[in-house]
């Protein structure tokens, strides 16, 4: 279809209105003075009981604002091709998710910065100054954390039964109480912060990347933001991305840059625009009949996501959250809500967790979630909702690495997704290491006496062949996509992107979001996305700037 309708022009066009594209639109407009067009495929808003901490589970299984994408069959789990989402909406992933506010560790970005070089400047103490910038936490004040930003980062307002329960158990193991996931170590068990906060009511609710950062900037003359709009393809002219053009209510535009273009449409769809646009592996461009305009084998490989293994059982008594949401309770609750500011609408439900790892050593390889439930998945039927809890072990650093292809030439199209679930051996081996300990630390006090039966995989499974096989039948994304379009050195002939985000054989074009990513962070990938947005505005904007910027912050040892 030829395109249609005005021709406008910006400084910088970013494509995908998630996380990371609001922080940078919100900088680059606030900070830099410049005229920004952002473009998102999905709404401009949520539901409105999204803004309460607990209304994210209402839509976990639902696509008004998430777009469900179905892996191919995976070879490792028995042909099953399980459901990975991603957020379509503005706002991205932080307007739809656990709100689990997470960095990762000291050694990830450190191996960011060994692998691009000394001078990339992505070690740990390079972006710590980022992390602080953007964040106003209200339990921290130290090197490791910021109280001036504008993303409210706090302890949930409840903590259930079952929640303490897990903590004290985990200690009884042996595992350090952290007071701090996101301070001087990783290691221990403890509550997590998230990125929500009390309102001027009293009430505590999401703070999101919209309520954060693009609120401020929303009413700005040099800020223009285009919802339910999908990009369809980068302009190139002359080795240079000069604009997009995108699909809205049924007709295509233009837009143009005299800056830069950004991309930030998820790790998923990030890699199809690039490939759309005739930037990947050269061959699989021409299978589609697209013309290559720069041929980069990397684009849409090192798919990297955490993927989680549940193990859950049921309670001799009432416990958790189970039928919360029901009934007379969900009145109860919402009234203690709306009058008083506290109750179990303001937490998330996933509430604790423990970092350690299976074989003993020093840095953790695994993530253990608490859900205080019996969490149910769309692909975990064989249990019956009751009262209990659910221990998911989500592996830090999988090894395996999956992709991301073209179905087609229709920008209409999902991409194939392929993401590889324990296509490394020591993934699954790590995870069997780790449903092992969680049973042992469901039968540790103060948990154990209250724990009814082991419900999945139940207490026949014990062979390393049984436990396997439940793994392949259970096995889910933890929501953590990344590394689809990665940075990488000049020498690695697989890096889509140089050390400042730029696509490799492009002039004016750089992906800014976890598809950039070289190495998946050892946590939740939300806080690195607004991390990397917050970088690559400066990147952009005033390059000089951000370097000196840089230097004027210490070291934390």
Request: net charge neutral.
């Amino acid at each position: 279809m030829a395109a249609s309708g005005p021709k406008l022009s910006y400084d910088f066009i970013i494509a995908g209105g998630g996380s990371a594209g609001c922080v940078a639109a919100t900088r680059l407009v606030r900070d830099f003075g410049c005229r920004v067009l952002l473009i998102e495929r999905g709404p401009a808003k949520t539901a409105s009981i999204m803004r309460m901490p607990a209304g994210y589970m209402k839509y976990l299984a639902r696509d008004d604002f998430l777009e469900m994408h179905q892996t191919v069959p995976q070879r490792h789990l028995g042909g099953r091709a399980p459901i990975v989402p991603q957020a379509k909406v503005l706002g991205g992933g932080s307007a739809v998710n656990a709100m689990v506010y997470m960095r990762g560790q000291r050694e990830d970005y450190d191996s960011w910065s060994a692998y691009l070089g000394d001078g990339s400047r992505w070690s740990y103490a390079d972006v710590l100054p980022h992390f602080k910038a953007l964040e106003r936490n209200t339990k921290f004040n130290n090197a490791y954390h910021g109280i001036d930003g504008d993303l409210l980062v706090s302890d949930p307002g409840s903590l259930c039964d079952t929640t303490q329960d897990f903590i004290l158990a985990a200690q009884g193991l042996g595992h350090p109480y952290n007071l701090d996931f996101n301070g001087e170590r990783q290691e221990g068990v403890g509550v997590m912060q998230h990125t929500m906060g009390r309102a001027a009511n009293g009430r505590m609710v999401r703070c999101d990347a919209v309520a954060a950062f693009l609120s401020q900037v929303m009413g700005d003359p040099r800020l223009t933001v285009v919802t339910d709009a999908l990009v369809t393809r980068i302009l190139i002219k002359a080795g240079r991305a000069v604009g997009v053009e995108y699909s809205t209510n049924g007709q295509q535009a233009q837009a143009y840059a005299d800056g830069e273009v950004l991309v930030a449409t998820g790790t998923y769809n990030t890699a199809k625009l690039l490939m759309l646009s005739g930037l990947g592996p050269a061959d699989h461009l021409r299978e589609h009949e697209i013309p290559v305009a720069a041929d980069l084998p990397g684009v849409g490989a090192n798919l990297q996501d955490h993927h989680e293994v549940p193990l859950i059982a049921s309670t001799h008594r009432p416990s958790g959250y189970f039928m919360q949401d029901k009934g007379w309770r969900m009145v109860r609750n919402g009234l203690q809500y709306v009058l008083f500011g506290t109750g179990p609408v303001t937490t998330t439900g996933i509430e604790a967790c423990l970092f350690y790892d299976p074989d003993g050593g020093e840095r953790p390889t695994v993530q253990l979630y608490c859900a205080p439930i019996v969490y149910l998945d769309r692909d975990v039927s064989s249990a019956k909702p009751t009262y209990g809890v659910t221990l998911t072990s989500c592996l830090l650093r999988p090894r395996a690495r999956g992709s991301v292809r073209l179905r087609s030439s229709n920008p209409a199209d999902k991409p194939i997704v392929d993401t590889n679930f324990f296509g490394h051996p020591d993934d699954l081996r790590l995870t069997l290491a780790s449903l092992r300990f969680a049973r042992r630390l469901l039968a540790t006090k103060p948990i154990g006496p209250k724990i009814a039966d082991e419900l999945l995989p139940g207490p026949g499974v014990e062979s390393d062949e049984a436990l396997a096989d439940y793994c392949g039948k259970t096995v889910k994304t933890n929501y953590h996509p990344s590394g689809s379009a990665r940075m990488g050195p000049d020498s690695d002939p697989t890096a889509v992107l140089d050390a400042r985000m730029r696509v490799r054989g492009i002039e004016g074009l750089r992906v800014i979001d976890c598809s950039a990513i070289p190495f998946i962070p050892s946590a939740n990938t939300n806080a690195a996305a607004m991390m990397l947005g917050h970088r690559a505005a400066e990147f952009v904007a005033n390059p000089s700037q951000e370097v000196a910027k840089d230097r004027r912050y210490e070291m934390v040892s």
